[in-house]
């Protein structure tokens, strides 16, 4: 059997940061994974559109795992000891930046649908779908270079850094856009229900704090790039671009959803697509008590949508809200007819 070549001194700088994304990478797919199946447990009756997005990134991100996680055994467990197997780009080159890149650019897309219907205007929107292709072109530009390479210590370079540039640069704008367009809009809709009011303030920094996540990601990966002597850092931060997006759109998507019993479920109006689900004692048909019984309500009244305030209907169609006309919305009771509920079943 043939030696191995001896391992470099400082091997530590390149085997660090690919044990760091690594462990990154399948603790985000972890947290995606629960955001996921809270998605499905509660807005079953989402729009078809918006379900297709969710699980079609979703099993996009389950395929970037299983390729991450090969690359991962080859260059740990294969490829113990043999530094050729460290440098050595495999499917990296697709799993990374292609598949990263694609990802972003479905969930820039997405956003840039919901401020056209904000905005009612495509300027923006336009502006933001341009950096999304741009930073696209450059992640796939990035891919085919580090195909052609083979390995990491022949990789970096001056196409590397342009393709690069371009492709977290671009995605970097793109964010900040997108958080700061949807900050604008969102902030001009003017609504009596308090409820409703709550959602928009609470999407409104979930978009500040995912769009400036995001946005920082990508241009620490992009400093890291570019960084003197060719360490390869960027490794730590390039193997979970993908994840950042799929995860805070799933955050964005979730916060519709209401803890029943919670500091705010006390005589609130609920808005959301969500059946009312309490946890409450049921009272039967038999004089029996089930104290483990789970009542779902499903209480609901109509208000006709030509009522509403055109900013408003527009605003609830981008919390994920589907609306008809006429339009119909779960309620969740209030304490009096709880009250009243009760003082009925106790007489009978």
């Known amino acids: 059997m043939s030696s191995l070549p001896p391992l470099p001194p400082d091997i530590q700088r390149t085997v660090g940061p690919l044990i760091v994304g690594y462990l990154l990478h399948w603790g985000l797919f972890g947290t995606l994974s629960t955001q996921v199946y809270m998605y499905f447990i509660a807005f079953p009756s989402d729009p078809w559109g918006i379900q297709v997005l969710v699980y079609g990134v979703y099993i996009a991100e389950v395929i970037q795992t299983i390729l991450l996680s090969q690359s991962c055994f080859r260059t740990f467990a294969t490829g113990f000891g043999d530094i050729n197997a460290v440098i050595a780009e495999g499917n990296l080159w697709f799993s990374v930046p292609i598949m990263s890149s694609c990802i972003a650019a479905v969930v820039q897309a997405f956003y840039a649908y919901r401020i056209s219907i904000l905005a009612r205007s495509y300027i923006l929107p336009g502006i933001i779908l341009f950096l999304s292709l741009l930073q696209l072109g450059g992640g796939l530009a990035t ?49 009596q229900w308090r409820q409703t009011r709550q959602i928009v303030q609470k999407l409104i920094r979930l978009i500040i704090e995912t769009g400036t996540l995001t946005a920082t990601i990508a241009i620490i990966n992009l400093i890291l790039s570019l960084l003197p002597g060719k360490p390869t850092y960027f490794q730590a931060t390039s193997g979970i671009l993908g994840k950042m997006y799929s995860t805070t759109m799933m955050v964005v998507f979730n916060s519709r959803m209401k803890i029943l019993g919670g500091s705010q479920s006390e005589n609130s109006e609920y808005i959301s697509t969500l059946n009312d689900i309490s946890l409450r ?38 919390l994920g809200v589907t ?14 007819e709880d009250r009243k509920e009760s003082r009925l079943q106790l007489t009978d």
């Open 143 to 191: 891919g085919i270079i580090a195909n052609q390479s083979k390995l990491f210590t022949d990789f970096l370079g001056l196409r590397v850094f342009i393709s690069t540039g371009l492709w977290n640069g671009a995605s970097a704008a793109c964010d900040v856009l997108i958080a700061a367009g949807m900050t604008y809009y969102l902030s001009r809709t003017q609504t």
């Open 281 to 318: 004692k049921r009272a039967p048909s038999s004089s029996t008590p089930d104290p483990n019984g789970v009542l779902v309500t499903q209480d609901q009244f109509t208000v006709a949508m030509d009522e509403w305030p055109v900013t408003v209907r527009d605003t609830l169609v981008v």
């Open 323 to 336: 609306c008809a006309n006429p339009w119909t919305i779960p309620r969740q009771k209030t304490a009096s």
